[in-house]
């Protein structure tokens, strides 16, 4: 399942940039998510990530593990590829 990570970054961590993401890097790899991007933005989020998880608990280990460390915090979006909702749709308009 593909998940969009909204995410914030402690202020202790923002010059960290390159330790930070190798542990979750290395976080995600150890849970089985794989990460598709990573951008980073101005306003209320510092960056968004687009990742694939086995299963909703690995996402939530992963938040719970990213907060753990002090990075900062995450929000976690199912993303539904648009066939799929298509689907939903069509189920709901019945």
């Given amino acids: 399942m593909k998940?969009?990570?909204?995410g914030t970054l402690d202020a202790a961590w923002a010059g960290k940039q390159t330790d930070r993401v190798k542990k979750a890097e290395a976080k995600l790899k150890e849970l089985g998510i794989k990460l598709d991007t990573i951008h980073y933005t101005q306003g209320r989020f510092d960056f968004v990530d687009v990742v694939d998880a086995p299963d909703p608990e690995a996402?939530?280990?992963f938040s719970v593990w990213y907060a753990a460390q002090g990075f900062g915090r995450l929000e976690?979006?199912?993303?539904?590829?648009?066939k799929i909702f298509e689907a939903a749709t069509k189920k709901a308009m019945k």
């Fill in 3 to 6: 998940y969009v990570l909204l």
């Fill in 59 to 61: 996402m939530l280990s």
């Fill in 76 to 82: 976690s979006l199912p993303a539904f590829e648009a």
